[in-house]
């Protein structure tokens, strides 16, 4: 157990940050552009939050429907004693994790919906 109240969960993930360096970088080869390191961190600062719950709905979908798999390999249920986290995890469950599972996203448009929010100009 955590200290958080996860279980450990024997799945290896590589580290967020690494996926959205090497998706930006096969994005600016398709459109004929480079990115130079500093846009690729002022991208993932400007985003880094929703692209962490996108990851983390991903993970999610594979496992039962009260369980948020979290990136250090730890898991943590719905009905978690501390009632703050309890209510986080509730509406991550029910807000992301329980509609992309409903309408079967596949990998495909999975990688198209973390393109267009790391990519998101606007703010």
Do not use: W
Request: net charge neutral.
């Amino acid at each position: 157990m955590s200290p958080s109240g996860g279980q450990h969960y024997p799945i290896r993930h590589r580290p967020e940050i690494c996926c959205h360096f090497g998706s930006s970088s096969k994005v600016a080869k398709v459109t004929n552009q480079k990115l130079v390191s500093f846009s690729q961190v002022a991208l993932l600062r400007a985003h880094a939050g929703e692209n962490l719950l996108l990851g983390l709905t991903r993970r999610s979908m594979m496992a039962e429907n009260d369980l948020l798999l979290l990136g250090n390999n730890f898991v943590i249920h719905r009905n978690i004693p501390d009632l703050q986290i309890a209510k986080v995890v509730g509406r991550i469950l029910d807000e992301l994790v329980k509609p992309f599972k409903d309408v079967l996203i596949d990998d495909s448009e999975f990688a198209c919906l973390k393109a267009i929010v790391f990519f998101d100009p606007g703010e």
